[in-house]
């Protein structure tokens, strides 16, 4: 019997869907998704982030290399909109494909920190996002605080699901808004299964 429980326990460790989340900048958005990993240690899934900085065409280009490796299930890209004049094209590419998903924050990854502490649902600039996790003790020049409240995540969630209240990938929403949450549940939640 326990000779059974021990190839179960294997089968299952391998049945693990395996993601790898891109991200467009190098130190904050990877910092705060291995903190969030952490803390919320999925068991359903395994999740290796990768950053790759630069704009999202250039994080669309990296996951297409990385997938011909085949290291991963299925992957993830965490971009901005910041001002970059590609977005919607890889967008539109994500939408038309099963094997990737893009989060989009928008204007800047800063206000999904900011909603860690802040209601933020008024336009706001990058700038001003940038300003004031900063001055918020949120972050320094580049990266995260060591005292960050990643446990507060489920405020930064509800926020961002009253700023957007139809969150989904492969999308821009509105200034100000993330699909991060989206995100989050993937972490989470184990899939259905049919």
């Not at 993830?76 to 924050?105: G, M």
């Not at 961002?160 to 509105?174: E, F, L, R, S, V």
Request: contains cysteine; positive net charge; aromatic residues 6%.
């Amino acid at each position: 019997m326990v000779q059974r429980d021990r190839r179960k326990s294997r089968q299952t460790k391998q049945l693990k869907q395996r993601y790898a989340v891109f991200t467009e900048g190098l130190v904050t958005e990877s910092q705060y998704l291995e903190m969030l990993l952490k803390h919320l240690r999925p068991r359903h899934a395994t999740f290796s982030i990768k950053p790759i900085g630069k704009d999202p065409s250039r994080v669309l280009t990296e996951y297409r290399k990385a997938e011909q490796r085949g290291d991963f299930d299925r992957a993830i890209l965490v971009v901005d909109v910041d001002q970059h004049h590609k977005l919607d094209t890889v967008l539109r590419e994500c939408r038309s494909s099963t094997a990737v998903d893009a989060i989009v924050t928008n204007p800047c990854f800063e206000l999904r920190l900011l909603w860690h502490t802040t209601d933020r649902r008024a336009y706001t600039e990058t700038r001003d996002c940038v300003r004031l996790a900063r001055s918020s003790g949120l972050m320094g020049d580049k990266d995260l605080t060591a005292r960050f409240p990643i446990a507060s995540f489920p405020e930064a969630v509800k926020r961002a699901q009253q700023a957007w209240p139809t969150i989904m990938p492969n999308k821009k929403g509105p200034n100000p808004s993330s699909a991060m949450p989206w995100l989050i549940d993937l972490m989470t939640t184990p899939p259905q299964k049919n």
